[in-house]
């Protein structure tokens, strides 16, 4: 062979498939990766949103009602640069067509940590400390920093989205957590039972599947006072989602627990005298978590999207209080919308967002 290393075709083809394989699970894995990541990353925003909110989203700046965005600089109007970026004031000069001028007589810095108004960090810390605002001592005299602008009654639109993420983040998760929960305990109920619950219980299902879910859920909140606390408007539209969102979970529930209990293993359970219910917990729920776990991804999205489908029609999550479904509503204004598009469809990017990390985690289950 004269010391030289020959390659086979043979030993090639494979090393060539096992490269493929491994850049295919490295994709599925960095897939995984980056939605479990977007979606930490909404946890975050929804725990910390007072925090990284500039004003509350209550206050109100009559002088800039639907203002623009602010415009941040670095270079003053004489021409020289700044290290801090800065914004001027500014005050409206056409009200028909939302046009406001700025002052550049004094700027206004950036700055970090500021003082604000005060809330509680997770429900528990009382503080007043806000990640970013104006590097200002007198808050009255000093203009508002609208990184979004302002909505039609002069309320800062940065801040209502970032709270507004709350209540869209704990209604959609919560109402999957329960709705898979009871449809598989259903399913699995289904499954073990005898022929004639089994086949009531599907009925039951498939008629719940045949409904169509937003048209239900407006009927069911018809039958309620339109004007709800945001606490009684969260427990009703979970109710209401939970209701009508477990037949899928069951019907999966039900055909993996058929699949399954034909299976060696549990047939040799059965054997060693095992109790039905043990064998359910200890052999049967674990072998099906895989499917259960796609099916609850694929449900969330759907939640979500109901729910800001409510908002926005107006039966859900009622003014003053925000929602990114009554926030999108002002999009409903052509005018507005083409001269400031960006800012009243943000929270359309957040839910696309959203979606995308929660179809992410799907796909990188699915191929694991």
Known sequence: MNGKFFVTPKFATTLRQRFKAALAWLAIRARLAIGLCILLSFALLAGGADFLAPYDYRAQSRMEP??????IHWQDAEGNWHLR??????????PL?????EDLAKRYPLALLTRGYSYKLCGLLSTNLHLFGLQE?????????????????????????LLASRFSLLVAPLSMLLASLLGIVIGCLAGYSRRWLDALLMRVADAMMAL????????????????????RAG?????LFVAIGWAEMA???RGEVLALRQRDFVTAAYSLGMTQRRILFRHILPNMSRPLLIQMTLMLP???????????LGVGLQEPEPGWGNMLAAANDLTLLQAQPFELLAPALLIFVFVLGVRLVSDGLQNR
Do not use: H
């Open 235 to 239: 427990v009703l539209l979970v109710a």
């Open 66 to 71: 639907a203002a623009p965005r602010a415009a």
């Open 302 to 312: 759907a939640f979500l999207l109901n729910e800001t489908a409510l908002s926005y």
């Open 212 to 231: 169509p879910v937003l048209v239900v859920v407006l009927a069911a909140r018809a039958a309620f006072p339109l004007a709800l606390s945001p606490a």
């Open 85 to 94: 970026p800065f914004i001027y004031a500014r005050k409206i000069t056409d």
């Open 251 to 253: 019907r999966l529930a």
């Open 97 to 101: 067509t939302r046009t406001y001028t």
């Open 137 to 161: 001592s007198d808050q009255n005299s000093a203009p508002r920093l609208y990184i979004l602008g302002t909505d039609a009654l002069g309320r800062d639109r940065l801040s209502r989205m």
